[in-house]
Every structure is written in structure tokens, then in C-alpha cells.
């Protein structure tokens, strides 16, 4: 009995050593399991460490070669906007003035606002012994490319009045009109330009008191006793080739006395956007508001004008170049 149950007992014994050995083994394999997946996580966070290295090298190049462009776009704004600053102030130059006008009549002004720091409208003022010519013109496009075609409108210009002879309106703009043709090229069958430029223009006659007016995609507001009458002019503009043979500019003769006033001025006034409709401002809004200032006397209605459309214009960006001239005789 004594045998049977030691050998029971070593029996046991080994039953629970067997046992213990599996629970080891098995203890072993998920230290090996573990000891895997730890040197896989190591081997993930060196090689994470080297590419976060990399990378911040990479970021500290980019970030020197971000400050390098930097300075290269600041450097290149910086002589953009002195050239644009400088172009200005040889328009500016160019163009006739508010004083310049008044020079041959007192009670007159000049509203002018450029979209940018440089224009495609400029006012023009040419005057003779009899004759005092005054033009708003708009050229294509507004900013550096208006700008240049201000300048080649400005030049042909002068160049048309200035060979001595007394030209009218209409055959100034026909002038001009193949002037600008041929400087652009735009007769040429592979040209692809079609740039120009609207204008009105006025002659008057100082010591008769007669207007004679020519426009070219421009009106002529011509306001007396509070009532303004428009003189349409012409549908078509300077320059370009959508027109052909039909640039043949036509004159409007009118005469005026003491108190009348005319109004000159470029598309960008009636096409800005604003008003609670959003809309454009129109040119018989304008014509409503200058007949309801029209006893005002034309400084009052220069800085009305431009409250004016400045209040219409609010918030929205403005569209294009402004120019507005008044006189009155």
C-alpha cells in the first residue's frame, strides 16, 4: 500500500512537473513572442527617428529655400512697384490737370480715379488762338497695358493737332483712328490685336460759343437750366478692325451761352458695380444726378460727384479707370 501510493505520488510529481514545463515553455514562447515584437517596434522607431531626421533637414532646406524666394519676390516687387510708381509720375506728367483746364475756364473740374496706380483714361486739353479741344479718352484694358495705349493716344494726339492746321472733331478721330491702326499694326492680315480707344471730344469755339462734338463710343452731356441733353456720337471706336470702313467719324454742332455746362467722361462712371441691387451705376442715373446738382457750382459738383459714386461703390471693388471733366462757360 505505502509503495502503490508513493508511486501515485511520483506519478504526480512528474504530472506537475510536465505541467510546469509547459507553462515555462509556453511563458518562453511569448517572451520570444514579445521580445519579436519589441525588436520590430525598435526597428520602427529607429528607422521612424532617421526619417523624422530626414525630414527635418528636408523642412530646414525648404524653409532657407522659402526665404530665399522670399527675398527674391520682395526684391523684384520692389523694383515693379518703383517702375509702376515712376510710370505714374510720367503720366501724370503727360496728362492735363484740373488747373490746367481751369486755365481757359475757371469753373470747371477734372475727377479722375484709376482701377490702379497707373491709367488707360486720361483727359486731353489742346488749345489754339479760337479753339480749345478737350477729349476724356479710354483706352483698352486698364493698370500697365491701359497705360500704354494712353500713352500712344496721348502721342498720336499731338501729333495730329500740332501740324498747324484747324481740324474737326470728327476728323481728328478718323485720324487717330488709322493713326492707331498703323501703329499697332492692326491692318495686317495676321495681326491679332484689336486694342483702341473711346473717346469724346469737344471743340469749342471761345469767341463764336460753339461746340462741335465727336464721339467715339462716348457721350457728350451738355446740361442747361437744369435739363441735360446727350449727344451719343458715334457706335464704334478708335482703332481695331471689327469696324472696318465705318470709321467715319460725324459732328454734332452746338451752341452755348453763359451757364451752360458740358460733362465729358469714360465708361468706367456708368459701369461700376454697387447700389444695393448690385448693379451698374448707368449713364441715365448719372444724367438724373447731375441734373439734380445742376445750380450747384462745379467744385460742389466735383466733390459731389465723388461722394456720389464713391457711396454707389461701397464695398465693391472698382472695375475699371474713372474719369469725369466738367465745364462751364
Known sequence: MNLERKYNDILLSLEQEKEEKNRLFKDLENLKLHFSELEATNNHLIAATWRERDLKKKLSETIEELKTTRQIVESQNKRITESINYARKIQLAINPTEADLKNYYNDSFIFYSPKD???????????????????????????????????????????????????????ILRKLHLSVVQTLKQNFSDSNSNDGMDMGLCRIDKKNKQIIFSGAHRPLFFLRNGVVTIYSGNKFPIGGMHYKGMNNFSDEHIDFTNGDTIFLFTDGLPDQIGGEEKRKLMTKTIKTFLEEVSTDDMQTIKEKSINYYQSWKGNHKQIDDVLLMGIRF
Open 117 to 171: 496706380v497707373i491709367s488707360g483714361d486720361f483727359p486731353w486739353i489742346f488749345n489754339t488762338d479760337d479753339y480749345l479741344y478737350v477729349a476724356a479718352v479710354d483706352c483698352t484694358g486698364h493698370g500697365v497695358p491701359g497705360a500704354m495705349m494712353s500713352m500712344i493716344g496721348n502721342l498720336l494726339l499731338n501729333d495730329i493737332v500740332n501740324d498747324g492746321n484747324i481740324l474737326l472733331p470728327s476728323q
